[in-house]
């Protein structure tokens, strides 16, 4: 059976910085899969991250604006980890429909004494703590916040166990980063980052369908037995197809989103939808800083002014807004 591309006229291919929808009826399955390139190298860009911090936080990009572009309701979707490491803050937040920025803070000494000593794997720069999945609909309604343990190797699987035990949806994750060097027409030196990811989720018209092995409970009550759930046949294929992706897939711009999934999918069919674009953007402005500095007591103001002026630097974006201290005081 060939791949349906479903795209309206003469749609383009999706290419890099926008998500890719689709869906696989033969196996009840439905994803979004995503090349990033100009968007996140920007991103990672301007803040000058050393490798293994820049390789993390473009995993969490990735992950966000896969998440973030499936919802349907005007507000955001903040994906953050909180541990004990030497990268002891990742924060990815993304607006809809497209918009997001995002954060890595990291202890410099110890991360460069993990460096020297070779554990710069994604948990042991993360550490013990916890991944959080925030849904804000905005002032008048009740944010949603999903937390979990970071349990795993990586961040793909870290989600993998949020989607499991929070949203009980069987979900897989790849996710890659690839830092390319090569030479401008002048033949310097020239880097930039790219990143990719697919997310798959199985989601039958049978909830019962849904049902996977249970996670291990402990020790049970003598005489009782565990009960064990077979996983669907359609789930297990589709999760062996995800597992023979290849990193350098989710990077290659030669390979696509489109290319991609009919390497997995086209003895199924995939049905791929109009590609949501994703754009590096800051919801940051002076007038939202404004109205901090103005809760400030004039204590907090005298010890914020340097050379006169107060200049407060977004984390996110690296903008500096400079302010008269007059506009504040009482």
Not at 97 to 123: I, M, V, W
Request: aromatic share 8%.
């Amino acid at each position: 059976m060939e791949t349906e591309i479903q795209t309206p006229g003469e749609q383009d291919f999706a290419g890099d910085d926008r998500v890719l929808p689709f869906e696989v009826d033969g196996l009840d399955v439905r994803g979004r899969t995503v090349q990033l390139g100009p968007m996140i190298d920007a991103i990672l860009g301007r803040h000058a991250y050393p490798e293994p911090v820049a390789r993390l936080l473009a995993e969490a990009i990735a992950l966000t604006v896969l998440l973030g572009t499936s919802l349907k309701f005007e507000g955001k979707l903040i994906v953050q980890t909180k541990g004990d490491g030497p990268v002891d803050l990742l924060v990815a937040d993304f607006s809809t429909p497209g918009n997001l920025r995002a954060y890595a803070r990291f202890d410099a000494e110890r991360l460069a004494a993990a460096e020297a000593a070779g554990t710069t794997k994604p948990a042991e720069l993360l550490g013990n703590g916890i991944l959080a999945f925030t849904i804000d609909q905005g002032a008048y309604m009740q944010r949603y916040q999903g937390i979990v343990e970071m349990k795993g190797d990586t961040l793909e699987a870290m989600a993998e166990t949020y989607f499991r035990q929070s949203e009980q949806i069987p979900t897989i994750v790849r996710l890659a980063v690839a830092e390319l060097i090569d030479r401008d027409e002048d033949g310097k030196p020239r880097h930039s980052w790219r990143a990719g990811g697919i997310v798959v989720q199985f989601l039958p018209q049978a909830p019962d369908r849904m049902r996977t092995p249970d996670l291990p409970g402990g020790d049970l009550p003598e005489g009782m037995e565990a009960i064990m759930h077979d996983e669907d046949d359609s789930w297990a294929e589709a999760k062996a197809l995800v597992t023979t992706v290849d990193p350098g897939e989710l990077t290659d711009p030669e390979v696509g989103a489109e290319r991609l999934l009919y390497r997995l999918f086209h003895e199924r069919g995939a049905k791929v939808y109009p590609p949501v674009p994703v754009f590096d953007k800051c919801s940051c402005s002076r007038e939202r800083l404004g109205e901090v500095l103005d809760g400030f007591s004039e204590e907090e103001l005298e010890h914020s002014i340097e050379n006169g002026v107060i200049t407060v630097q977004c984390e996110f974006c690296s903008t500096a807004y400079k302010f008269d201290p007059a506009e504040f005081r009482r």
